[in-house]
């Protein structure tokens, strides 16, 4: 089951700050995040595993609320190198839980200075 | 540079040929995915290997595709009678360990155009 991102494109100006979203219909084992610019190879940025769990990278952090099947990602003081598109990838908990992470269609983040 | 590696960055094939797609894993790593990108469209999960070993293949197409990852070597992805549908940028990503919840390292991708 695909997860739904949202939104599908945000334009910003350096310096502001965004939320992308990634939810899914079945429960999740863990959500892991990817930011791919043109042409290039998707680059791992973090991973979540557990409900509730937040983690940061730099002005990057992502939550997950397993309640919710839910996880945001979280870009603050957005710099021109995070422009790109990002791609929340999942895997399931129990018997539907593959190896293969199944992604969404991604969120075109484009910022401006 | 440790990175996954994938050649050739670049293939052309006329429709009918076969097209064959590299993945040299991160130094250490002895798991393997495909993945497939059409334009526009999020990453879409082929096949996991081992070495020697098809774990899952459950998003492969029935017919034309075919993956291995020998004791030596790189893995190989096989694509049988090219069509026009199988354009599309092939990504393999590499862990240290079995998957669920590892993460998984890209490489820069093969770009298949089919004439």
């Known amino acids: 089951q695909q997860p739904v991102q949202s939104p599908q494109a945000v334009i910003l100006r350096e310096g502001e700050d965004a939320v992308i979203n990634c939810s899914s219909s079945k429960a999740l084992y863990s959500v892991h995040w990817y930011r791919q610019k043109h042409g290039e190879a998707p680059v791992f940025l973090m991973i979540l595993l557990k409900g509730g769990e937040q983690k940061g990278h730099e002005k990057i952090s992502a939550s997950f609320n397993e309640k919710k099947q839910q996880s945001s990602l979280y870009l603050t003081a957005s710099q021109l190198s995070y422009s790109g598109t990002y791609f929340c990838?999942?895997?399931?908990?129990?018997?539907?839980?593959?190896?293969?992470?199944?992604f969404g269609k991604g969120t075109h983040l484009i910022i401006q200075p | 540079n440790a990175g996954v590696m994938q050649n050739p960055r670049h293939l052309v094939r006329r429709r009918g040929q076969e097209a064959r797609l590299r993945c040299s894993p991160m130094?250490?790593?002895?798991?393997v995915y495909w993945y497939r990108q059409l334009p526009e469209e999020g990453l879409k999960f082929m096949v996991y290997?081992?070495?020697?070993?098809?774990?899952?293949e459950s998003g492969m197409p029935k017919e034309r595709f075919s993956a291995e990852f020998p004791k030596e070597g790189p893995s190989i992805l096989r694509i049988q009678q090219v069509v026009r549908g199988d354009s599309a940028a092939y990504f393999c990503?590499?862990?240290?360990?079995?998957?669920?919840?590892?993460?998984?390292?890209f490489g820069p991708g093969t770009r298949l155009l089919v004439l």
């Open positions: 130094k250490g790593h002895s798991h």
């Open positions: 990838g999942t895997q399931l908990v129990g018997g539907g839980g593959a190896d293969g992470l199944t």
């Open positions: 990503a590499s862990s240290l360990n079995r998957g669920r919840g590892e993460t998984q390292y």
């Open positions: 290997l081992q070495k020697e070993n098809i774990i899952d």
